[in-house]
């Protein structure tokens, strides 16, 4: 396994379109995380899932954002109705249940026009 | 509160050692971390302690962990001219079931030849 992946890995929109990116984890991590790193700034955390249920929530994550792990494998992540202010670096991570560290994607940079 | 602080940036010569310095604000952080991000990419795990060690040691890095004062810094010996990166330091904040983690806004590290 080569890690944990993410596509698209640059995605340039309109504002007021929307769009989704997908993260497919290690396999075998049943915790998956999303983050978002705005420029010269760390990651932030938006939403946590462990299997296929959505557990925690950041205030980060307004109502035009939905995160979805169906079959508790790979994750999307969707923003609805884009604005500038949405134009950041995504990261998704993984990890084990029983581990503490979490491994990072090359991330989905977004870029709003 | 949440907050993780790391100096902006630091430049060293190739072959001296380079200390980056963290400070954290939340007592209950169990795991500290130190990630490394390369321009474009996503962020690699260096290394992580336990919050009831004061120092770890993995090759050319070594962490130390102040509790008392909430100070984590990485040293790296020998550095080369591939540890030019941005370096940040994250520390783990409980959720229910696992944890998020809270990251600084990371040091740009220069090495020079």
């Known amino acids: 396994d080569t890690g944990v992946s993410q596509n698209p890995r640059h995605k340039i929109t309109k504002r007021g379109q929307n769009v989704t990116f997908r993260c497919d984890p290690i396999s075998e991590h049943n915790r998956l995380y999303w983050y978002r790193q705005t420029l010269g700034q760390g990651p932030e955390f938006l939403t946590y899932?462990?299997?296929?249920?959505?557990?925690?929530k950041s205030r980060l994550l307004s109502d035009r954002f939905s995160a979805e792990r169906p079959k508790g494998s790979f994750s999307t992540l969707e923003i609805q109705r884009t604005e500038q202010g949405d134009s950041a670096m995504y990261l998704c991570?993984?990890?084990?249940?029983?581990?503490?560290?979490?491994?990072f994607g090359p991330g989905t940079r977004l870029t709003v026009l | 509160g949440e907050d993780v602080e790391q100096s902006l940036f630091l430049s060293v010569r190739e072959g001296d050692s380079s200390v980056i310095n963290c400070t954290y604000t939340?007592?209950?952080?169990?795991?500290l971390y130190w990630y490394k991000q390369e321009p474009g990419a996503g962020l690699q795990l260096l290394t992580y302690?336990?919050?009831?060690?004061d120092m770890k040691q993995d090759q050319r890095l070594t962490v130390l962990l102040n509790k008392k004062d909430k100070h984590l810094s990485l040293r790296i010996a020998d550095t080369q001219t591939g540890d030019s990166a941005i370096y940040f330091c994250a520390e783990s904040m409980r959720m229910d079931s696992s944890y998020k983690l809270i990251f600084g806004s990371g040091t740009r590290l220069l090495v020079r030849p």
């Open positions: 939340d007592s209950s952080s169990t795991y």
């Open positions: 302690i336990f919050s009831n060690m």
């Open positions: 899932f462990q299997n296929e249920a959505q557990l925690e």
């Open positions: 991570a993984s990890s084990l249940m029983t581990a503490k560290e979490q491994f």
